[in-house]
């Protein structure tokens, strides 16, 4: 009897998009179909033997905002994080202040939340405009994550650590950067807003102190500070 050979088509890994932490109790990941993911070790979810195609995959947790998200599947095994926010009756344990407002553009629409102290921090060493430029995260690690880096005007984008690149928390960017980076230099996470979505209403912890919104481009195009802070 031949044996059956199973192929992983698709891994998600589910977290919280305000402390990248992972996501474990009451997550159902499934497609729009109604076929399930399967839940693996370590807060990894699977689906298995998916034809090459475009799919929608529905997220969800308790006290979390649900999450419907296009994702192409093709040839290679594929994987990547979904970043969940939570809903206004999240039990937090910190002063939360949460911004509202009017989703700029109609483009794809990127949250930055600005953490003190910040999770990514630049090595001592590193090389300006090359791939080798490598990031020392403080946070939990993943096998991708996107970031936003503002180096001020006319130096900003969006960027992604690829597996690859990572090695003992140290990780490195999909592309050269195109400008020089310095301490000033900023880094953060970022999660992309449901693209049907007109208005943004987003708590920001007391762990951060500013919220910002960009586009595809990684161009700014709001941002908010918390209350009092200058």
Known sequence: MAE???????????TDALTGKPLENGVRVRLNNGIAAQ???DGFWVFLNLPAALYTIIVEAPFYQSKEIMVPVEQNFSLIEVGLFPGRQFPFAQTVEWLTGTVPSKKPVWAVLEQKPPRFQLTESFASGGKE??????????????????????????????????????????R???WPMDYRTGIFAVVQLDERLENY???????????????RDGQLLVSRKRTGDE
């Open 4 to 14: 059956r050979i199973i192929k992983v088509s698709l891994a998600l890994i589910v």
């Open 176 to 178: 050269p950067c195109p």
């Open 39 to 41: 839940r693996k070790k």
């Open 201 to 215: 209403d987003i708590p920001l912890p007391a762990s951060c102190s500013a919220l910002h919104l960009v586009d």
């Open 133 to 174: 430029l490598a990031l020392y995260d403080t946070g939990p690690a993943f096998s991708i994550l996107h970031v936003w880096i503002d180096g001020g005007k006319n130096k900003r984008g969006l960027f992604w650590l690829s597996p690859q690149g990572k090695s003992d928390g140290v990780y490195q960017l999909d």
